[in-house]
């Protein structure tokens, strides 16, 4: 599997640049999942739930199963901080995980920046950005410039970078 991440400011597109790309490597053959991390503290359970009175009984996990999905929440408590890569090694293999998020971590990402969102750029200062996918022209830019409306060369670059093969 590859992490292939998609970072930027709030505000900037990551999610319609994620929403936009699922079809388009899905359409040439792909696997893709993806994972979205967020630094507010959401919990996706609610007190007095089943689910949430067995998390708080002290169990680690907690599979929620329905006819439609399920899903797997796992407790924190005392072990090493979620990492891209530890979770991933829960998923079920696909090509390709498109992870949000995660912006100061240490693997090769694409930067989603907009001028029009006022804040800097996160490139300069972030080895492993790749490439940058923005709506206008970067100038000096010493990475990679994507153009974040063409989403088929975005998809482009993201199977000749990653190394994902033709499909």
Known sequence: MKLVGIVG???SGKTT???ALLPVLIGRGFTVSTMKHTHHRVDLD????DTFRHRQAGATDVVMVSECRWTIMHEVRDSEPPTPE???ARLTPVDIVLVEGFKSLGHD?????RAGVGKPPLYPSDA???AVASDAPLPALTRRQLDLNAVGSVADYIVSHWQLGGR
């Open 9 to 11: 400011w709030s505000g």
């Open 17 to 19: 640049l994620i929403e």
């Open 46 to 49: 609610q007190p007095g739930k």
């Open 86 to 88: 530890r979770i991933a």
């Open 109 to 113: 990402k694409v930067e989603v920046y």
């Open 128 to 130: 492993h950005i790749v």
